[in-house]
């Protein structure tokens, strides 16, 4: 299959992108990597009488390593992100979310920006931006603005992003010392968009949970943050506790169901997942706290 004809644009600026994209409206799309854009074209589900070109603009390939973030340009790509040293001594948890991605050859071209302005509920980047609340930096002709990642994703493939705003930069936290973290996912074969997803991050002190995030995808049309911490904090760990906690965090989750899985069978792996990560996330905070794990 073959894409219907378009007129192709390789702007050199994010200026001159946005330019491009404030004439052109509705009738122009931005190409980032171009891993889901591309193939719903040749399907003709997409069909913009023009695309923009991204690979091209100055700066927007940059990563920037600080001691309290981690900025990535939206068009680095997912190959990038998985082979920086820096960025898994940073952000480790992005490392490891950004290996299940598909298969390298995708990894190759496909973009953090791309990943994150298509906004499938089902893909690993944005569970890590909500995750941690990551910023995601818009520009559009008139200037930029800076959004928070658990306002940016609406629904499936629906974004705060308009017509004329392409994502410029996303910002992520450091991990803080001795937070533990883990990152699980369940999909039928290797390089298959995963039915489910889960992120976590804990810390302890004296032997007992101080702090706890934890968020899944696949089980809604955008990623969901769990009240995970209001369950964790103060208590010590233990396998029962991960089990209690996991079934009280996700038995209020109404995933739909599809030719994949019933809508019963994402909330159970939801729920496997989440006690698979909390007691790897639990282990990996204990070995960087060099404390042992408390018993109940």
């Not at 002190?205 to 955008?222: E, F, I, N, P, Q």
Request: glycine share 8%.
């Amino acid at each position: 299959m073959k894409p219907a004809a378009f007129e192709y644009h390789d702007p050199p600026t994010t200026a001159e992108a946005c330019e491009l994209l404030a004439q052109l409206g509705d009738e122009a799309k931005p190409l980032a990597g171009g891993q889901s854009l591309v193939p719903l074209m040749n399907m003709r589900l997409a069909t913009p009488r023009h695309l923009i070109d991204l690979r091209n603009v100055a700066g927007l390939s940059d990563i920037t390593i600080s001691d309290t973030s981690v900025t990535m340009g939206s068009m680095t790509t997912q190959r990038q992100i998985e082979l920086s040293p820096a960025i898994r001594k940073a952000c480790p948890i992005l490392t490891e979310a950004t290996t299940h991605i598909a298969h390298f050859q995708i990894r190759q071209r496909g973009t953090i920006g791309g990943s994150i302005a298509h906004a499938d509920p089902a893909a690993e980047l944005p569970l890590i931006t909500v995750l941690l609340d990551a910023r995601i930096v818009a520009r559009r002709a008139d200037g930029t603005r800076s959004i928070p990642a658990r306002g940016f994703f609406y629904s499936a493939f629906v974004t705060e992003l308009d017509e004329t705003e392409i994502v410029e930069s996303i910002e992520l936290p450091r991990l803080a010392d001795g937070e533990g973290w883990a990152f699980e996912e369940f999909a039928r074969r290797q390089g298959d968009f995963a039915l489910v997803g889960v992120a976590a991050t804990v810390t302890l002190t004296d032997g007992k949970y101080s702090g706890a995030r934890l968020a899944v995808s696949g089980v809604a049309s955008a990623p969901v943050l769990l009240p995970v911490a209001e369950h964790l904090v103060g208590e010590r760990p233990s396998p029962a506790l991960y089990r209690r906690v996991a079934a009280a965090v996700t038995a209020g989750l109404t995933p739909g169901g599809d030719i994949h899985a019933t809508g019963e069978d994402r909330r159970d792996i939801a729920g496997h997942l989440t006690e698979v990560a909390l007691a790897a996330a639990t282990e990996r905070a204990l070995q960087l706290t060099d404390r042992p794990a408390g018993r109940r």
